[in-house]
């Protein structure tokens, strides 16, 4: 299967907007501004980026508009319709700028740290501005568990307001990370408490594969996405393919609660063409129907977004 075959519209709910400015602000705020911490970080993206034969790690000295344009670029080239873009910086202007000139093709998840007492009040000014849709959560860099109930507040918001949360669980690349944060079976009291926010966990729960499934089983709020290379697959203690991983994923959670997207984020980079292939590949073997395709392609997330197909996407 290949995106122009396809008579609907490809959405990417999973790729990051990073340009210079947010990733030395992100760094630094991750980082506690740790300059060892710093150092290793960076050691270990190029390691892992030069494992996958991809360039090192770079970022483009560019406004949020110009990082719009090149984003814009991308995503035509590679027949994808409309993009979810994620960034880890609370209140970046660039961001915002980005998101704006992007539009009807972005959309943000944004994001705020849920120990920060101002949290809620800071999302709130955030969903005045417009372009943001939903916000995204990293446990294991802001140091939260997701079950902690000083969280809750936000939660609430998000749920009242109909943001849905993308909490990244399981492992990462980040040598910042705290991973004793990150078993995606934590989320279970929120899913329960909060029935009707929708959860999305990213990379089908980066590792934590039991976990996620069981999760899933819990709560039909919890959803999940395809993003990333999946190369956690690596580090289980059994084989285990991303084909099967998507059967496991269709028969517990259902097609309705998959989500593709490709984690795409750096450059020289750009849009990683060849999981949106490999994915296409998979799901081109799957017997699913037409419409369980639309959905996992793009029909989901917009579903959860309450989002309407331009005229222009048929
Ligand atoms: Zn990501």
Redesign the pocket.
């Known amino acids: 299967m290949k995106p122009h075959e396809l008579d609907f519209p490809i959405v990417d709910a ?1 790729i ?1 907007f990073m340009n210079q400015k947010t990733q030395s602000q992100a760094v630094k705020l991750w980082s506690r501004g740790n300059q060892t911490l710093i150092a290793e970080d960076k050691k270990r993206r190029n390691k892992h980026a030069a494992s996958l034969n991809n360039p090192p790690w770079e970022f483009p000295d560019l406004s949020g508009s110009e990082m719009a344009v090149k984003w814009q670029t991308e995503l035509a080239e590679n027949g994808i319709s409309r993009g979810v873009f ?1 960034c880890l910086v609370p209140e970046s202007a660039d961001f915002c700028e980005f998101i704006r000139r992007g539009q009807p093709r972005f959309w943000g998840f944004t994001t705020v740290n849920p120990l920060d007492k101002r949290a809620v009040a800071g999302l709130e000014a955030q969903m005045q501005g417009g372009g943001f849709v939903g916000l995204k959560l990293f446990p294991a860099l802001q140091r939260f568990y997701v079950h902690d109930e000083q969280a809750y507040p936000l939660y609430e918001l998000a749920e009242r307001r109909g943001w849905p949360i993308i909490f ?1 669980m399981g492992l990462t690349l980040a040598y910042f990370a705290d991973v004793r944060y990150t078993n995606p079976l934590d989320l279970q009291p929120v899913g329960r408490d909060f029935p009707k926010l929708n959860i999305i966990v ?1 990379h089908f729960g980066t590792g934590y594969l039991r976990e996620a499934l069981f999760l899933a089983y819990h709560c039909a709020n919890v959803h999940f996405d395809t ?2 290379s999946n190369i956690w697959l690596k580090y289980l203690p059994y084989s285990f393919t991303l084909k099967q991983v998507f059967e496991k994923f269709l028969s517990v959670a259902g097609p309705e609660r998959i989500i593709f997207g490709t ?1 795409s ?1 750096y450059f020289p980079r750009g849009y990683r063409s060849q999981i949106l292939h490999a994915q296409l590949e998979i799901l081109g073997q799957l017997g699913l129907s037409k419409e369980e395709l639309r959905n996992i392609l793009g029909g989901n997330i917009m579903r959860l977004l309450k989002q309407e197909q331009a005229p222009s996407d048929d």
Do not use: A, R, V
Request: glycine content about 0%; proline content about 11%; hydrophobic content about 10%.
């Open positions: 999973h990051h994620l990244h990213p993003s990333s984690d984020s």
